[in-house]
């Protein structure tokens, strides 16, 4: 494995988990939209 393949891996992580992160944060919105609807 060459250093390019790690630092394409490595940028599909942080993509990764800022993609989960921001999926995260969405539900947790939504839910406070709801609750505050509701």
């Known amino acids: ?3 390019n393949d790690k630092l394409i891996i490595k940028g ?7 993609s989960s992160s921001w ?3 969405k539900e ?3 839910a406070g939209i709801i609750k505050c609807i509701v």
Do not use: K, Q
């Open 12 to 18: 599909f992580g942080i993509l990764y988990a800022i």
């Open 28 to 30: 947790v919105t939504r």
């Open 23 to 25: 999926s995260i944060r």
């Open 1 to 3: 494995m060459n250093i």
